[in-house]
């Protein structure tokens, strides 16, 4: 029988999972060295969909101390659902401090400087030497010598813009937003097709700033809209990327909606809302 691929990574959630990657890697805070390293490894943790870096004890710069019990960043949700098969998981707003897998909790110090609870030692016998280190807790992360933002890229994972002639209308509560034929689709691993419209074809009357910002390791720093209806605002409802990484540039200054909260018109087809993490 065959497989579908979909479904073996939706498997494999459950486990601790880790690649070894072949860049240099340095970790900076404060304008200091934490880490260099030419023999990192990239750690999921069980029902994680993103990795964090581990990093050879030996090449961990700073002072590694286990860590008091209450030290550690758990801020957000154990778990939240709309992952990969409809799968709960862990993602980056769940915090470093939710641990799945077996280990011990590490601090890191830096002269007087003190970063509890942001390096995990796995007990796992594969990863023995290693710390998994919390990718928000330090300034700068370097793969070579280019920055990265939020997260470590996965290899397994694609970002693949697309321009496209399909007719998208966007619409809320009986409101037209965007009506568009040029589209440019955005197909993501284990995420749901974008639509980025252009912003000729957005209703700019009922866009709104917003002061949220949020960083993808593939398409760089997003900035949001709140949308104004005639009876209430719904805040950060559109997006978009002034400056995107190298690799999405083709969505430059377009207009995304979350199809999540919004009603989408395809072809003339009306479709369900969007089940995801960001429902």
Do not use: N
Not at 179 to 204: G, H, I, K, N
Not at 242 to 271: I, K, M, N, S, Y
């Amino acid at each position: 029988m065959a497989i579908r691929l979909a479904g073996q990574l939706t498997a494999a959630l459950d486990g601790l999972r880790y690649e070894p990657v072949d860049k240099r890697i340095r970790v900076l805070h404060g304008g200091r060295r934490v880490a260099d390293t030419v023999g990192a490894v990239l750690v999921w943790e069980p029902h994680r969909v993103v990795p964090q870096y581990a990093v050879p004890v030996a090449d961990v710069t700073a002072d590694l101390r286990v860590a008091g019990p209450d030290e550690g960043d758990r801020h957000g949700p154990a778990s939240v659902p709309g992952g990969p098969g409809g799968r709960e998981v862990l993602t980056p707003a769940t915090g470093f401090g939710v641990h799945t897998a077996d280990g011990v909790v590490h601090s890191l110090h830096l002269g007087d400087d003190v970063l509890r609870g942001t390096a995990f030692r796995p007990a796992d016998p594969d990863l023995a030497g290693y710390a998994v280190l919390d990718f928000a807790a330090f300034d700068t992360w370097l793969e070579e010598d280019e920055e990265i933002v939020s997260h470590p890229r996965d290899p397994f994972h694609r970002v693949d813009v697309r321009h496209s002639s399909r007719h998208v209308r966007i619409e809320l509560d009986g409101h037209v937003l965007a009506d568009s034929t040029r589209p440019s689709l955005v197909f993501e691993t284990s995420l749901p097709v974008r639509y980025y419209l252009p912003a000729e074809d957005v209703d700019a009357s009922a866009l709104r700033p917003s002061t949220t910002t949020t960083a993808c390791a593939y398409k760089g720093v997003a900035s949001y809209r709140d949308v104004a209806l005639p009876d209430r605002t719904v805040p950060d409802l559109v997006w978009t990327y002034p400056a995107p990484l190298p690799d999405a540039v083709q969505v430059t200054d377009l207009l995304c909606f979350f199809t999540e909260r919004v009603d989408l018109v395809l072809d003339g087809v009306r479709h369900d809302r969007t089940t995801s993490m960001f429902s």
